[in-house]
């Protein structure tokens, strides 16, 4: 934390320099004018949403706001606060970029701010800051880091060492023989970050490149032409709406047909040298496996279970090389596909496509805290139905103690105790999916609405095309989600 407060520092002036300096630039000169900047910070005009960068001086004023009460927490060795609240401040952050965006469509209003360069300063700086400012919370003032951590309790430490200590003491004692032939264990070895799994699993990739080369072709191929679908399809509709004639029409569905053809014939190919290589990988990785087995020493095999060697064999190497297939094919083909929907959609309509990034971040971050509360919840439901399982099989292998003590009704009521807390958590898990549906519903209607809203702008057979764009959009952000 000290060896990088200059760099927190410098953040946190830049942030409210470059912010107050972008309101001299809110002229078609390029020239700096400080009259512009006390015009805005002094209300000599009063205040408009549609002309006054204001609102991003705000934002910085946040954002340090929110630091400075990080680095008092961290002074006063509060650190624990500092680190839970990354959520929270992560949440700052897309607020902060989606306003961004929000205020730029406010200035778009008047065509002539769009010729000002300090709209375009005050927006980039203000995305820019949203995001160091979450890097900065993530990095500098809760000091993760992306490795795996041994976490380990300090009272089970000192009192595991405890206890050695005074086994060792024994054993000294005992024999002197014995405490000769006394062999200490190697430690165990580090555990690899993800980083080096994902790169030992890309060298496997690498030994079986063509088939994997060949699925790229088939896989760009495929997703271009899913690209260009969405396009003809608004072309029918509208060419059907507006009975542009049957010639019209049957050159939009001869297209349609084509493209078609093409995502089905390329499609296939592609799943399956995906689906061959995956095939190669997982031979490989278990005959590299067995091989290592095989050679290890005798007394490897009387402390390791038949059982979990050949289940390291079977489901785990099957899992790990699908793992790799599947995500490489699932982020390729949505990813080639995103691209290319928003540049279809902002070659139609700029101002709409910023509408739909407006919500996208939001929607992101609230499925994400969403995730990782229902985890916590879901784990402490499977917890309660442990304790609930466990007084259950209690009772029922020990039922002729609990009938001589007289004890059914007692036994009853702890089991109803356990299943009421699993309860408890269910109805917890019940009002935050509550809250998600709301959350999406929501989003999904306001960005319809604003597309319809600014809708007025653009033809009829360029808002069908638009809208279904953006359902594509959401299709892939939710498979690129699904598939991490």
């Given at each position: 934390?000290k ?6 520092g410098?953040?946190?002036?830049a942030d ?6 972008s309101?001299?630039y809110y ?12 015009k805005?910070?002094?209300f ?5 949403y549609?002309?006054?960068p ?5 934002l ?6 929110l ?16 680190s839970?609240m ?18 730029f ?6 065509v ?9 300063f ?11 400012f979450?890097?900065v919370?993530?990095?500098i003032?809760?000091a993760h ?16 060492r ?23 264990e ?17 060298k ?24 260009f ?12 709406v507006?009975?542009?004639?049957l ?6 569905v ?5 493209l078609?053809m ?33 050679h290890q ?7 390791t279970?038949s ?5 390291r ?8 090389s699908?793992?790799?297939s ?8 949505n990813?080639?596909m995103?691209?290319?929907a928003?540049v ?25 805290w969403?995730?990782?509360y ?6 402490k439901?499977?917890t309660?139905?442990?304790d ?11 039922m ?11 036994e009853a ?21 509550m ?5 999406n ?5 306001a960005?319809?609405v ?15 095309k ?18 991490p």
């Open positions: 934390m060896r990088r407060s200059p760099l927190l410098l953040f946190l002036i409210v320099a470059i912010t107050v300096l309101m001299g002229s078609s000169s390029w020239t700096l004018d400080s009259d512009l900047i006390f805005y910070l002094l000599f005009d009063g205040y408009n549609l002309t006054n204001i609102d991003f001086l705000v910085a004023i946040l954002r340090l706001a630091v400075a009460a990080a680095v008092v927490l961290i002074t006063f060795h509060y650190e624990n606060i500092a839970t990354f959520m929270p401040m992560l949440g700052v952050a897309t607020f902060c970029y989606s306003y961004t965006l929000v205020k469509l406010a200035f778009s209003e008047d002539q701010m769009l010729y000002y360069p300090g709209v375009w005050s927006c980039a700086w203000s995305i820019l800051a949203a995001l160091l979450a890097l919370w993530y990095f003032l809760t880091h992306f490795d795996y951590q041994r976490l380990v309790s300090e009272r089970f430490d000192s009192a595991s405890a206890t050695t200590d005074v086994e060792t003491a024994v054993a000294r004692t005992a024999s002197d023989d014995v405490s000769d032939r006394l062999v200490v190697p430690p165990s070895p580090k555990r690899i970050s993800t980083l080096q799994h994902i790169a030992a699993l890309l496997y990739c690498q030994h079986q490149w063509v088939w994997f080369s060949l699925g790229f072709v088939f896989l760009v191929i495929y997703a271009v032409a899913r690209i679908i969405p396009f003809y399809t608004g072309a029918v509709i509208s060419g059907i507006k009975k542009a004639g010639q019209v029409l049957a050159h939009s001869l297209i349609m047909g084509i078609t093409a995502t089905t014939f390329f499609g296939g190919l592609r799943g399956g040298c995906f689906d061959y290589a995956t095939a190669l990988v997982s031979r490989q990785v278990r005959l590299d496996l067995f091989r290592s087995l095989v020493e005798i007394g490897f095999f009387d402390i279970k059982g979990e060697m050949v289940s064999l079977t489901s785990d190497c099957q899992t790990m699908t793992t790799v599947t995500n490489l094919n699932v982020f390729l083909r990813g080639v995103l691209i290319g928003l279809f959609m902002f070659v139609m309509s700029w101002r709409l496509s910023t509408v739909t990034f407006i919500a996208i971040p939001l929607v992101g971050f609230i499925t994400k969403y995730g990782a229902y985890d916590k919840l879901s784990e439901t499977q309660t139905i442990a609930a399982n466990q007084i259950a099989e209690e009772v029922l292998s020990t002729r103690t609990v009938r001589s003590f007289a004890c059914e009704r007692r009521d702890r089991f109803e105790d356990k299943l009421d807390d699993t309860l408890r958590m269910n109805r917890k898990k019940a009002i935050a999916y809250g998600y549906t709301w959350n519903e929501f989003c999904d209607n960005i319809l604003a597309v319809l809203f600014y809708g007025d702008m653009m033809t009829t057979d360029q808002l069908i638009f809208l279904l764009y953006q359902m594509q959009l959401g299709e892939n952000l939710y498979m690129i989600r699904q598939y």
